[in-house]
Nanobody, 125 residues
Framework: VQLQASGGGLVQAGGSLRLSCAAS?????????MGWFRQAPGKEREFVAT????????DYADSVKGRFTISRDNAKNTVYLQMNILKPEDTAVYYC??????????????????WGQGTLVTVSS
């Protein structure tokens, strides 16, 4: 299983970006719960958002709630993170993650089986 994250870049504060994470090497993407995490320079990787297998359940870190939206397209084996009203403190490498055959909401790194390579988001003030 491979997860390929993309869509990062440089944006001014208040702007928007949409990250994508395409999964390959699997046959049942709809049986994977997915999540986004981020790691800022000098800090530990932290939870950002999670989405259930069907997309019917989502949850977010308090720091991004109301600004970020996680979604998925199971027909395209892809999960998205729409990021609005970006702040300089959102600057980080963003990673997507997948947990196979579990369909709830998951918040910790250790519960995920697969990780993407990360995409850098830089928000200038």
């Amino acid at each position: 299983v491979q997860l390929q994250a993309s869509g990062g870049g440089l944006v001014q504060a208040g702007g928007s970006l949409r990250l994508s994470c395409a999964a390959s090497g699997l046959t049942t993407f709809s049986m994977y719960a997915m999540g986004w995490f981020r790691q800022a320079p000098g800090k530990e990787r932290e939870f950002v958002a999670t989405i259930s297998c069907s997309g019917g359940s989502t949850d977010y870190a308090d720091s991004v709630k109301g600004r970020f939206t996680i979604s998925r397209d199971n027909a395209k084996n892809t999960v998205y993170l729409q990021m609005n009203i970006l702040k300089p403190e959102d600057t980080a490498v963003y990673y997507c993650a997948g947990r196979k055959y579990y369909c709830g909401s998951y918040y910790t790194l250790s519960t995920y089986d697969y990780w993407g390579q990360g995409t850098l988001v830089t928000v200038s003030s």
